[in-house]
Protein backbone atom coordinates (compact mmCIF):
# COMPACT_ATOMS: atom_id res chain seq x y z
CA UNK A 1 0.00 0.00 0.00
CA UNK A 2 0.99 3.35 -0.71
CA UNK A 3 0.83 6.18 2.11
CA UNK A 4 1.28 9.66 0.81
CA UNK A 5 3.39 11.38 3.45
CA UNK A 6 2.98 15.35 4.30
CA UNK A 7 -0.78 15.39 3.89
CA UNK A 8 -2.40 18.67 5.38
CA UNK A 9 -5.25 20.57 6.14
CA UNK A 10 -6.26 22.58 3.41
CA UNK A 11 -8.05 26.36 4.03
CA UNK A 12 -9.74 28.83 2.34
CA UNK A 13 -9.89 31.92 4.15
CA UNK A 14 -12.79 35.07 2.45
CA UNK A 15 -11.44 33.82 -0.70
CA UNK A 16 -13.46 35.01 -3.59
CA UNK A 17 -13.37 35.86 -6.94
CA UNK A 18 -15.18 38.22 -9.61
CA UNK A 19 -15.50 38.75 -13.53
CA UNK A 20 -16.60 42.08 -13.82
CA UNK A 21 -19.86 42.75 -11.54
CA UNK A 22 -20.33 38.88 -11.20
CA UNK A 23 -19.08 37.59 -8.15
CA UNK A 24 -18.34 33.45 -9.08
CA UNK A 25 -16.74 33.04 -5.39
CA UNK A 26 -18.17 34.62 -2.71
CA UNK A 27 -16.35 35.37 0.58
CA UNK A 28 -15.64 31.59 0.79
CA UNK A 29 -14.13 30.44 4.08
CA UNK A 30 -13.67 26.54 4.22
CA UNK A 31 -11.16 24.03 6.05
CA UNK A 32 -11.09 20.63 4.13
CA UNK A 33 -9.52 18.55 7.03
CA UNK A 34 -6.23 16.57 5.66
CA UNK A 35 -7.01 13.00 4.56
CA UNK A 36 -10.57 13.87 3.85
CA UNK A 37 -12.82 12.94 0.90
CA UNK A 38 -14.51 16.27 0.53
CA UNK A 39 -16.89 17.11 -2.39
CA UNK A 40 -18.18 20.12 -4.05
CA UNK A 41 -20.99 19.90 -5.34
CA UNK A 42 -23.43 22.36 -7.16
CA UNK A 43 -25.22 23.24 -10.47
CA UNK A 44 -23.28 24.69 -13.12
CA UNK A 45 -22.18 28.24 -12.54
CA UNK A 46 -22.63 28.01 -8.56
CA UNK A 47 -18.53 28.35 -8.48
CA UNK A 48 -17.33 25.00 -7.49
CA UNK A 49 -15.42 24.77 -10.82
CA UNK A 50 -13.42 28.43 -9.78
CA UNK A 51 -12.82 27.33 -6.38
CA UNK A 52 -11.13 24.56 -7.40
CA UNK A 53 -8.68 26.63 -10.49
CA UNK A 54 -7.78 28.82 -7.60
CA UNK A 55 -6.32 25.90 -5.02
CA UNK A 56 -4.84 24.39 -8.09
CA UNK A 57 -3.41 27.91 -9.29
CA UNK A 58 -4.84 28.35 -12.85
CA UNK A 59 -6.63 30.84 -11.44
CA UNK A 60 -5.88 34.38 -9.52
CA UNK A 61 -8.23 35.04 -6.29
CA UNK A 62 -10.08 38.94 -6.51
CA UNK A 63 -9.54 38.24 -2.51
CA UNK A 64 -8.90 36.40 0.44
CA UNK A 65 -5.97 33.45 1.15
CA UNK A 66 -5.35 29.98 0.34
CA UNK A 67 -3.31 27.98 2.91
CA UNK A 68 -2.28 24.17 3.02
CA UNK A 69 -1.86 23.56 6.27
CA UNK A 70 0.26 26.69 7.71
CA UNK A 71 1.88 27.84 4.27
CA UNK A 72 -0.16 30.52 2.46
CA UNK A 73 -0.21 29.02 -1.03
CA UNK A 74 -2.54 31.97 -2.99
CA UNK A 75 -0.23 33.46 -5.34
CA UNK A 76 2.29 30.60 -5.74
CA UNK A 77 2.84 29.05 -8.91
CA UNK A 78 0.83 25.96 -9.35
CA UNK A 79 3.71 23.88 -10.35
CA UNK A 80 4.96 24.76 -7.10
CA UNK A 81 2.10 23.62 -4.95
CA UNK A 82 2.00 20.23 -3.72
CA UNK A 83 -1.48 20.23 -5.48
CA UNK A 84 -2.42 18.00 -8.26
CA UNK A 85 -5.69 17.42 -10.74
CA UNK A 86 -7.28 15.34 -12.41
CA UNK A 87 -9.42 16.05 -15.41
CA UNK A 88 -13.20 15.20 -16.89
CA UNK A 89 -10.71 14.85 -20.14
CA UNK A 90 -8.00 12.81 -18.61
CA UNK A 91 -5.20 14.51 -20.57
CA UNK A 92 -3.22 11.29 -21.15
CA UNK A 93 0.00 11.30 -23.95
CA UNK A 94 -1.64 9.29 -26.30
CA UNK A 95 2.58 8.06 -27.45
CA UNK A 96 3.44 7.20 -24.24
CA UNK A 97 2.94 3.60 -22.82
CA UNK A 98 1.07 3.74 -19.58
CA UNK A 99 4.07 3.16 -17.55
CA UNK A 100 5.37 6.02 -19.18
CA UNK A 101 2.47 8.48 -18.77
CA UNK A 102 2.58 7.93 -14.57
CA UNK A 103 6.31 8.10 -14.69
CA UNK A 104 6.24 11.20 -16.63
CA UNK A 105 5.99 13.93 -13.55
CA UNK A 106 8.91 11.72 -12.13
CA UNK A 107 10.78 11.77 -15.13
CA UNK A 108 10.44 15.91 -15.03
CA UNK A 109 12.14 16.34 -11.49
CA UNK A 110 14.22 14.05 -12.61
CA UNK A 111 13.79 11.44 -9.74
CA UNK A 112 15.78 8.24 -9.78
CA UNK A 113 14.94 4.52 -9.69
CA UNK A 114 11.43 5.45 -10.66
CA UNK A 115 10.43 1.58 -11.86
CA UNK A 116 9.55 0.51 -8.00
CA UNK A 117 7.49 3.57 -7.52
CA UNK A 118 5.58 3.45 -11.01
CA UNK A 119 4.80 -0.01 -10.68
CA UNK A 120 3.03 0.14 -6.84
CA UNK A 121 1.15 3.16 -8.02
CA UNK A 122 0.11 1.23 -11.19
CA UNK A 123 -0.84 -1.79 -8.77
CA UNK A 124 -2.36 0.78 -6.63
CA UNK A 125 -5.08 1.20 -9.75
CA UNK A 126 -5.07 -2.09 -10.54
CA UNK A 127 -3.39 -1.47 -14.05
CA UNK A 128 0.10 -3.31 -13.42
CA UNK A 129 -0.15 -5.95 -16.40
CA UNK A 130 -1.49 -3.24 -19.16
CA UNK A 131 1.83 -1.05 -17.81
CA UNK A 132 2.83 -1.71 -21.68
CA UNK A 133 -0.27 -0.47 -23.36
CA UNK A 134 -1.22 2.91 -24.45
CA UNK A 135 -3.83 5.31 -23.72
CA UNK A 136 -6.17 4.43 -26.99
CA UNK A 137 -6.09 0.24 -25.68
CA UNK A 138 -7.96 1.05 -22.44
CA UNK A 139 -11.61 2.02 -21.52
CA UNK A 140 -12.52 5.03 -20.09
CA UNK A 141 -12.58 4.28 -16.54
CA UNK A 142 -8.78 2.63 -17.41
CA UNK A 143 -7.48 5.66 -18.33
CA UNK A 144 -9.19 7.42 -15.88
CA UNK A 145 -7.39 5.12 -12.94
CA UNK A 146 -3.67 6.23 -15.19
CA UNK A 147 -4.41 10.40 -14.47
CA UNK A 148 -5.31 9.58 -11.33
CA UNK A 149 -1.76 7.46 -11.08
CA UNK A 150 -0.41 9.79 -12.47
CA UNK A 151 -1.57 12.71 -10.15
CA UNK A 152 -0.32 10.32 -6.83
CA UNK A 153 3.00 9.62 -7.91
CA UNK A 154 4.19 13.30 -7.23
CA UNK A 155 2.58 13.16 -3.81
CA UNK A 156 0.67 15.66 -3.43
CA UNK A 157 -1.15 17.09 -0.02
CA UNK A 158 -4.09 17.72 -2.30
CA UNK A 159 -5.76 15.56 -5.40
CA UNK A 160 -8.35 17.67 -7.21
CA UNK A 161 -11.10 16.20 -9.17
CA UNK A 162 -12.64 17.99 -11.79
CA UNK A 163 -15.73 16.24 -12.99
CA UNK A 164 -13.49 13.18 -13.45
CA UNK A 165 -16.58 10.73 -13.95
CA UNK A 166 -18.44 13.28 -16.55
CA UNK A 167 -17.69 11.57 -19.48
CA UNK A 168 -17.88 7.77 -18.79
CA UNK A 169 -21.44 6.21 -19.06
CA UNK A 170 -23.54 4.77 -16.19
CA UNK A 171 -21.96 1.41 -15.61
CA UNK A 172 -18.37 2.75 -15.37
CA UNK A 173 -18.81 5.54 -13.35
CA UNK A 174 -20.82 3.76 -11.09
CA UNK A 175 -17.35 1.57 -10.93
CA UNK A 176 -15.01 4.50 -10.89
CA UNK A 177 -16.97 6.24 -7.74
CA UNK A 178 -16.18 2.87 -5.77
CA UNK A 179 -12.31 2.82 -7.08
CA UNK A 180 -11.73 5.98 -6.59
CA UNK A 181 -13.00 5.86 -2.76
CA UNK A 182 -10.89 2.48 -2.91
CA UNK A 183 -7.78 4.52 -3.73
CA UNK A 184 -8.17 7.50 -1.73
CA UNK A 185 -8.69 5.42 1.59
CA UNK A 186 -5.52 3.40 0.95
CA UNK A 187 -3.34 6.70 0.05
CA UNK A 188 -5.14 8.85 2.50
CA UNK A 189 -4.63 11.95 0.27
CA UNK A 190 -6.78 14.65 0.75
CA UNK A 191 -9.14 14.38 -2.51
CA UNK A 192 -11.06 16.98 -3.52
CA UNK A 193 -13.66 16.32 -5.85
CA UNK A 194 -15.92 18.97 -7.44
CA UNK A 195 -18.94 17.77 -9.40
CA UNK A 196 -22.67 18.37 -9.95
CA UNK A 197 -23.83 14.78 -10.06
CA UNK A 198 -25.81 14.35 -6.49
CA UNK A 199 -24.98 10.82 -6.44
CA UNK A 200 -21.67 11.15 -7.31
CA UNK A 201 -21.08 13.40 -4.18
CA UNK A 202 -22.97 11.26 -1.57
CA UNK A 203 -21.61 8.01 -2.86
CA UNK A 204 -17.89 8.69 -2.63
CA UNK A 205 -17.80 11.80 -0.17
CA UNK A 206 -17.36 11.95 3.66
CA UNK A 207 -18.31 15.70 3.81
CA UNK A 208 -20.32 17.44 0.83
CA UNK A 209 -20.87 21.26 0.42
CA UNK A 210 -23.73 22.15 -1.30
CA UNK A 211 -22.60 25.29 -3.25
CA UNK A 212 -24.92 28.56 -4.93
CA UNK A 213 -24.66 31.38 -6.28
CA UNK A 214 -20.68 31.70 -5.02
CA UNK A 215 -21.77 30.97 -1.48
CA UNK A 216 -21.80 27.24 0.59
CA UNK A 217 -25.55 26.63 1.15
CA UNK A 218 -24.94 23.64 3.61
CA UNK A 219 -21.59 21.20 4.65
CA UNK A 220 -21.76 18.16 6.44
CA UNK A 221 -21.98 14.65 6.05
CA UNK A 222 -24.11 13.40 3.01
CA UNK A 223 -26.42 10.97 5.49
CA UNK A 224 -27.29 14.42 7.51
CA UNK A 225 -27.47 16.75 4.64
CA UNK A 226 -30.18 14.35 2.80
CA UNK A 227 -32.05 13.90 5.53
CA UNK A 228 -32.30 17.58 7.16
CA UNK A 229 -31.71 19.93 4.29
CA UNK A 230 -31.32 23.41 5.92
CA UNK A 231 -32.49 25.62 2.32
CA UNK A 232 -35.29 25.27 -0.35
CA UNK A 233 -32.46 25.02 -2.60
CA UNK A 234 -30.60 22.02 -0.41
CA UNK A 235 -33.67 19.65 -0.05
CA UNK A 236 -34.55 19.89 -4.24
CA UNK A 237 -30.59 19.80 -5.51
CA UNK A 238 -29.68 17.06 -3.14
CA UNK A 239 -32.64 14.53 -4.10
CA UNK A 240 -36.08 15.85 -4.56
CA UNK A 241 -38.26 17.10 -1.97
CA UNK A 242 -42.18 17.81 -1.99
CA UNK A 243 -42.76 21.39 -0.62
CA UNK A 244 -45.90 23.15 0.30
CA UNK A 245 -45.97 26.74 1.82
CA UNK A 246 -47.64 26.59 5.66
CA UNK A 247 -47.82 28.68 9.29
CA UNK A 248 -46.55 28.16 12.75
CA UNK A 249 -49.98 27.79 14.43
CA UNK A 250 -48.36 26.43 18.03
CA UNK A 251 -46.37 23.61 19.98
CA UNK A 252 -47.00 20.56 21.20
CA UNK A 253 -44.39 19.41 23.20
CA UNK A 254 -41.17 19.06 21.20
CA UNK A 255 -43.12 19.22 17.85
CA UNK A 256 -44.01 22.34 16.00
CA UNK A 257 -48.27 22.47 14.76
CA UNK A 258 -48.50 23.76 11.67
CA UNK A 259 -51.43 24.43 9.29
CA UNK A 260 -51.45 24.41 5.42
CA UNK A 261 -54.39 24.31 2.70
CA UNK A 262 -56.46 23.47 5.61
CA UNK A 263 -55.09 20.88 6.55
CA UNK A 264 -52.86 20.40 10.15
CA UNK A 265 -49.15 18.67 10.38
CA UNK A 266 -47.05 17.87 13.06
CA UNK A 267 -42.97 19.08 12.36
CA UNK A 268 -40.14 18.16 15.28
CA UNK A 269 -39.01 21.70 16.43
CA UNK A 270 -35.33 20.42 15.78
CA UNK A 271 -36.19 20.04 12.26
CA UNK A 272 -37.01 23.17 11.69
CA UNK A 273 -34.99 26.14 10.65
CA UNK A 274 -37.96 28.35 11.95
CA UNK A 275 -39.87 28.01 15.27
CA UNK A 276 -42.86 30.65 14.47
CA UNK A 277 -44.56 32.48 11.31
CA UNK A 278 -44.52 31.19 7.81
CA UNK A 279 -41.88 28.45 6.64
CA UNK A 280 -41.65 25.50 3.83
CA UNK A 281 -42.91 22.28 5.22
CA UNK A 282 -41.20 19.38 3.27
CA UNK A 283 -40.87 15.61 3.03
CA UNK A 284 -38.69 13.35 0.71
CA UNK A 285 -40.84 11.37 -1.91
CA UNK A 286 -39.33 7.65 -0.12
CA UNK A 287 -40.93 8.77 3.07
CA UNK A 288 -44.27 8.89 1.96
CA UNK A 289 -46.71 5.61 2.05
CA UNK A 290 -49.94 5.76 -0.33
CA UNK A 291 -53.03 4.14 0.26
CA UNK A 292 -56.25 4.15 -0.87
CA UNK A 293 -58.57 6.45 -0.26
CA UNK A 294 -60.30 5.65 3.14
CA UNK A 295 -57.74 3.19 4.14
CA UNK A 296 -56.90 3.07 7.79
CA UNK A 297 -53.05 4.71 8.36
CA UNK A 298 -51.19 5.03 11.56
CA UNK A 299 -52.01 7.52 14.32
CA UNK A 300 -49.97 10.76 14.55
CA UNK A 301 -49.22 10.14 10.80
CA UNK A 302 -49.08 13.50 8.69
CA UNK A 303 -51.58 12.44 5.63
CA UNK A 304 -52.51 14.51 2.26
CA UNK A 305 -55.57 13.26 -0.36
CA UNK A 306 -55.06 13.38 -3.69
CA UNK A 307 -55.72 12.10 -6.76
CA UNK A 308 -52.85 9.61 -8.72
CA UNK A 309 -52.06 11.38 -12.03
CA UNK A 310 -48.90 9.49 -13.09
CA UNK A 311 -47.84 6.07 -12.13
CA UNK A 312 -44.21 4.51 -13.52
CA UNK A 313 -42.91 1.27 -12.65
CA UNK A 314 -39.11 0.85 -12.27
CA UNK A 315 -38.56 -2.16 -10.78
CA UNK A 316 -37.18 -2.04 -6.95
CA UNK A 317 -40.39 1.09 -6.57
CA UNK A 318 -42.79 2.97 -8.97
CA UNK A 319 -42.95 6.53 -8.82
CA UNK A 320 -46.50 7.93 -8.27
CA UNK A 321 -47.26 11.80 -9.03
CA UNK A 322 -50.54 12.87 -7.18
CA UNK A 323 -52.23 15.82 -7.06
CA UNK A 324 -53.45 17.30 -4.36
CA UNK A 325 -56.41 18.74 -3.25
CA UNK A 326 -55.29 22.38 -3.51
CA UNK A 327 -53.77 21.16 -7.21
CA UNK A 328 -49.98 21.38 -6.43
CA UNK A 329 -48.04 17.71 -8.17
CA UNK A 330 -46.38 15.45 -5.43
CA UNK A 331 -43.95 13.04 -5.88
CA UNK A 332 -44.05 9.30 -4.02
CA UNK A 333 -41.56 6.81 -4.52
CA UNK A 334 -43.86 3.30 -2.93
CA UNK A 335 -40.83 -0.04 -3.14
CA UNK A 336 -43.26 -2.56 -4.83
CA UNK A 337 -43.46 -4.96 -2.39
CA UNK A 338 -47.53 -4.45 -1.90
CA UNK A 339 -50.12 -6.71 -4.38
CA UNK A 340 -52.06 -3.45 -3.71
CA UNK A 341 -52.63 -1.50 -7.39
CA UNK A 342 -52.82 2.30 -7.73
CA UNK A 343 -53.68 3.62 -11.31
CA UNK A 344 -54.03 7.21 -12.53
CA UNK A 345 -57.11 8.41 -11.13
CA UNK A 346 -57.15 6.83 -8.04
CA UNK A 347 -58.18 8.90 -5.38
CA UNK A 348 -55.27 7.98 -2.49
CA UNK A 349 -53.75 9.20 0.96
CA UNK A 350 -50.50 10.10 1.12
CA UNK A 351 -48.95 9.45 4.49
CA UNK A 352 -45.61 9.78 6.41
CA UNK A 353 -44.41 9.94 10.35
CA UNK A 354 -43.90 13.43 11.98
CA UNK A 355 -39.69 13.09 11.78
CA UNK A 356 -39.36 12.51 8.55
CA UNK A 357 -41.11 16.05 7.96
CA UNK A 358 -38.54 19.31 7.97
CA UNK A 359 -39.20 22.70 8.24
CA UNK A 360 -37.44 25.50 6.32
CA UNK A 361 -37.32 29.36 5.78
CA UNK A 362 -39.49 30.27 2.95
CA UNK A 363 -37.12 31.93 0.23
CA UNK A 364 -36.99 35.41 -0.42
CA UNK A 365 -39.47 36.66 -2.47
CA UNK A 366 -41.58 33.53 -2.63
Same mark, same amino acid.
Given at each position: ????????????????????????????????????????????????????????????????????????????????????????????????????????????????????????????????????????????????????????????????????????????????????????????????????????????????????????????????????????????????????????? +?????? *???? @?? !? &???????? %?? $????????? +?????? *???? @?? !? &???????? %?? $??????????????????????????????????????????????????????????????
Amino acid at each position: MTVIGGVQDLHMVDLSKTFGDFAAVDDLTLTIPAGSFFALLGPSGCGKTTTLRMVAGLEDPTGGQILLGDTEITHEKSYKRQVNTVFQSYALFPHLDIFENVAFGLRRRRVKDIAPKVTQMLELVELGPMARRKPAQLSGGQQQRVAVARALINEPGVLLLDEPLGALDLKLRRQMQVELKRIQTEVGTTFVHVTHDQEEAMTMADTVAVMNKGRIEQMGAPIDIYELPRTAFVANFLGQSNLVRARIG +GRSGDD *LIVS @AN !G &ASFTVPAD %RS $TRQDGDLLL +GVRPEK *LAIA @AA !G &AAIPDRSN %RI $TGTITDASFSGVSTQYLVRTSWGEEWTVFEQNRSSEILRPGDDVVMYWAPEHTFGLDVPAGS
